[in-house]
């Protein structure tokens, strides 16, 4: 804020909200965003594991189907990059860069969480879930068919960081704005609220600074311009496995940088 103060004057917030029609946006900031927004980064969702299904699935799932029907009205859209996450596919030992599928579609499940009473979705949710463990990783996995099979432009991207921790660079090394997820079970460590931690030697943690997620998901939103085809582009971003596109990706983000 010290050294570019004057950049803030390029931010312009609006009030939306993901779960509601059209983003719960006001007529004019949504005709502000068609006309002038070219490229759209998806950030938003509940990070909660034991989120309830309909909760989910309402913020993950159709909230990014909201996202992608204001990307597929912009008026001169340049590339679109939905932040999933690395556990999308947990069921699965090993993940590739690409979309997978369930057993229900994502139409099938929204449509079950809108007309279903609560009772009834928290009675069928293992039912649903099948070997996903939990309500997040599978909320995010519909969301990310919605990216592929909605979106109708051809620059379109899925990042899906592992468990983000603090920055190695980028404002500072060791920022956060937060003490959720990982950065808490340090704080407890560290206030000495916590003395052990139960967890499997053979475990590896899978770990990436925020800073290098963040400059991530800006470069794949040039990246994916370059080598669009009829598929959309999947970039893992995670630590303990070089992911397919992870040569591509280093030498982006060193050009982009």
Known sequence: ????????????????????????????????????????????????????????????????????????????????????????????REIGEKVYTTSLKPAEVIDMCDKLDKTSINEIEKMILKTYPNTYTFSKNLAEQIVASKSKHLAVAIVRPSIIGASLEEPCPGWIDNISAYTNSFVLIGRGCATAIRGRRDARVDIVPVDFVVDTIICTAWHVTLHSDHEVKVYNCTSNACPFNCGQMRDAVVKCS
Do not use: C, M, Q
């Open 1 to 92: 804020k010290a050294k570019h103060s004057s950049v803030f004057s390029k931010v312009y917030p609006v009030k939306g909200d993901v779960i509601l029609p059209d983003l719960g946006l006001s007529r004019e900031d949504r005709n502000l965003l068609l006309e002038k927004v070219n490229i759209v980064f998806h950030v938003a969702a509940t990070v909660r594991f034991d989120e309830p299904l309909h909760v989910a699935v309402n913020v993950n799932t159709k909230g990014t189907a909201h996202v992608v029907e204001l990307w597929n009205e912009l008026k001169h859209p340049i590339s679109f990059v939905h932040v999933s996450t690395a556990y999308s596919n947990a069921n699965l």
